[in-house]
């Protein structure tokens, strides 16, 4: 596609249930990155995949995130038994196999746990 | 291992004023630079990038930022601000064969009338 696209743009969600959010990068890229930003901080790495295998899933928080890619396109960023700690925007950016000429961000996932 | 610093986390300004906000860096070996910006509600967007050639590198909105390797910096310049370019403005650098972008915390730019 023309752009990174995420889904949903927004969910709301009560503590304790499971959620997926979506990423669909950029045809032909074959790198893809889940980020974290909590309101008002940085982003906060949670893991990269090249194609669909994750060499780098240092940044997940705990055992109850878990994200998986078909071939090099869409994945998905699953979270487990929801805590409200885990309300933030969730980013994905995909860039070509060196990252040299940097990522293109989706909009972000808004998470809100209640 | 890399570390990417920026060093005012909020920058106040006045429309039509210049601004400068400074990123400096670390790293062993030969890095390649990126600044992004973040309007409120939304994704990232890259501004400009430096990969190696001219210092001077110059990116989208007026935006422009000078990659100085003795002082490992690489500051974001714009002589003129507007009201719409208040945003959260990220420091990000690559470096060797490393795929995964280190980024500073940000630098919240604030214009004011």
């Known amino acids: 596609g023309a752009g990174v696209s995420q889904s949903p743009s927004n969910k709301v969600t009560e503590k304790g249930k499971d959620v997926e959010l979506r990423c669909d990068p950029i045809?032909?890229?074959?790198?893809l990155y889940w980020y974290r930003q909590r309101l008002g901080q940085g982003l906060e790495f949670l893991i990269y995949f090249q194609g669909n295998s994750a060499p780098d899933k240092s940044g997940l928080p705990s055992d109850r995130f878990s994200a998986e890619r078909t071939g090099e396109s869409v994945s998905t960023l699953t979270i487990q038994r929801t805590q409200q700690e885990d309300s933030a925007v969730y980013l994905c950016?995909?860039?070509?196999?060196?990252?040299?000429?940097?990522?293109?961000f989706g909009s972000g996932t808004r998470l809100t746990v209640v | 291992a890399q570390s990417v610093t920026q060093l005012d986390s909020q920058v106040p300004v006045f429309e039509e004023a210049p601004v400068e906000l400074r990123c400096n860096y670390s790293?062993?070996?030969?890095?390649?630079l990126f600044w992004y910006v973040q309007y409120p509600n939304q994704g990232l967007q890259l501004l400009l990038k430096y990969l190696s050639g001219s210092t001077l590198v110059k990116g989208i909105n007026g935006f422009e930022a000078e990659f100085n390797k003795s002082q490992t910096s690489f500051h974001l310049r714009k002589p003129s601000v507007h009201i719409s370019d208040t945003a959260e403005y990220f420091c990000?650098?690559?470096?060797?064969?490393?795929?995964?972008?280190?980024w500073g915390l940000g630098t919240s730019l604030a214009v004011n009338p």
């Open positions: 045809s032909g890229h074959t790198a």
């Open positions: 990000a650098l690559g470096a060797g064969n490393n795929r995964k972008l280190i």
């Open positions: 790293s062993s070996v030969s890095v390649y």
């Open positions: 950016a995909s860039s070509s196999s060196t990252g040299i000429y940097g990522y293109t």
